[in-house]
């Protein structure tokens, strides 16, 4: 079994547990993340929401360079409804001033995404928490980026599972890289 397929499979399962509510999926291929979590996403719900501390042009961005296709506009607004895949999707901020962030219900999925910047911050890590807190959908999930750069890593005490989704065998370059770089050892 690939990389690939091994991160589908734990996907999978945490989203058919219904005993977990939150996943944290960690890992050094950002790109590699975005695809298996939407993928498994789009295999289980038709609705979701997409919260995010970069901008929301910047999420649109990222996940369309991760499918590298256009998935998504390059302009997107926290009061529109997306297609992605076979889902609806709604994109806002955690750390904005909309005052209409969605939370949610058991049908629907919430993806915080990224979620790095407001690890090592503790005010916007106070907030990020809090938004968690306050989210009804039936699973959550969490995904880093940049992951070599967190200091710490408390979140881990606030979720069911974490995942790490392993790129050695699919990713070798980038493995490489980031050792040769000290990124990682």
């Known amino acids: 079994m690939n990389d690939r397929d091994k991160a589908i499979e734990n996907v999978m399962k945490f989203l058919e547990d219904e005993t977990k509510k939150v996943l944290l999926v960690r890992g050094y291929d950002n790109d590699a993340k ?53 889902m609806i999707v709604k994109i806002n901020s955690y750390e904005g001033r909309t005052r209409s962030n969605p939370s949610g219900n058991e049908s629907t999925f919430t993806l915080y995404y990224p979620v ?32 070599w750069g967190i200091k710490s890593w408390d979140i881990e005490n606030y979720v069911d599972e974490v995942f790490f989704y392993d790129v050695e065998n699919e990713n070798p370059e980038l493995m490489s890289n980031l050792r040769n770089n000290g990124e990682i050892e």
């Open 116 to 147: 790095q910047s407001a690890l090592d911050d503790s005010k916007r890590y106070t907030n990020l928490l809090s938004e968690i807190e306050k989210t009804n959908s039936g699973k959550i999930i969490l995904i880093t980026t940049n992951e």
């Open 34 to 86: 975005v695809r298996v979590v939407l993928f498994c996403l789009n295999e289980i719900f038709n609705r979701g929401i997409i919260r995010t501390s970069n901008a929301m042009n910047e999420v649109a961005r990222s996940i369309n360079s991760a499918f590298e296709e256009e998935l998504l506009p390059s302009s997107v607004k926290s009061t529109t409804t997306y297609n992605l895949g076979r």
